[in-house]
């Protein structure tokens, strides 16, 4: 059973592009996550996504940043017009179910921005 | 609101000493409780959770760590560390609508020979 998949594995973007970031969840998996880490400190949650669905986008800047699950295909994170700021590395993870269950993290897609 | 605190930064163990990482959380509830260990450019491997029940839990690797409501702590602990244990390790707890981790920032393990 392959693992949460993530790509590319890194991104480089000059400001004011548009970042792209997949993750496949693993099979089975229903529930979608998106953390981001910024250097020196902890993952900080993003986005929370069913199937075509945002449950909870609390943690998400309000401009610029986008997720979507779609039906079929990877769960997708748009940042559009990057700033350096954004830099960072951007993990998502997958569940079976939300509440108690664990999450399973993909191997993070870093993004660097000139 | 939420949160978790790891004191430590940075830690140094000697390979086949034992090993304490602290984690403090706060949080209002019975909380869910993890820990995961990060290894360089990797994503986050889950070592072990709590949720209910016997207040010591037992994970992979040989970790275990113990909740102790009274000092709202979950410390991690392994008796003796390899040097393959040198990593960041990270506290979570589940946040109260069951749709995200908490984090906390993190402590960066070193084993010496």
């Known amino acids: 059973n392959a693992g949460v998949m993530q790509n590319p594995r890194h991104l480089v973007r000059r400001r004011g592009q548009e970042a792209r970031l997949r993750c496949s969840p693993m099979?089975?998996?229903?529930?979608v996550y998106w953390y981001r880490q910024l250097p020196e400190e902890g993952l900080k949650f993003m986005v929370y996504?069913?199937?075509?669905?945002?449950?909870?986008e609390s943690g998400m800047p309000k401009e610029r940043f986008s997720a979507e699950f779609p039906k079929e295909g990877p769960s997708i994170l748009r940042i559009q017009q990057v700033v350096r700021g954004d830099s960072a590395a951007y993990f998502c993870a997958s569940s079976d179910s939300p509440g108690d269950n664990e999450q399973f993290f993909g191997p993070g897609t870093r993004l660097t921005v000139l | 609101a939420q949160s978790v605190t790891q004191p430590d930064i940075h830690i140094t163990v000697s390979e086949g000493a034992s090993l304490e990482l602290r984690c403090n959380y706060s949080?209002?509830?019975?909380?869910?409780l993890f820990w995961y260990v990060q290894s360089p450019g990797q994503g986050l491997q889950l070592l072990l959770k709590y949720f209910s029940g016997d207040t010591l839990v037992q994970g992979i690797k040989g970790f275990e760590a113990e909740f102790k409501r009274s000092q709202s702590s979950f410390n991690l602990r392994k008796p003796s560390v390899h040097w393959s244990d040198a990593a960041e390790y990270f506290c979570?707890?589940?946040?109260?609508?069951?749709?995200?981790?908490?984090f906390g920032k993190g402590t960066t393990l070193s084993v010496s020979s």
């Open positions: 949080y209002g509830a019975t909380p869910y």
């Open positions: 099979k089975g998996h229903s529930h």
């Open positions: 996504l069913q199937k075509e669905n945002i449950i909870d």
């Open positions: 979570a707890v589940g946040n109260q609508a069951g749709t995200a981790l908490i």
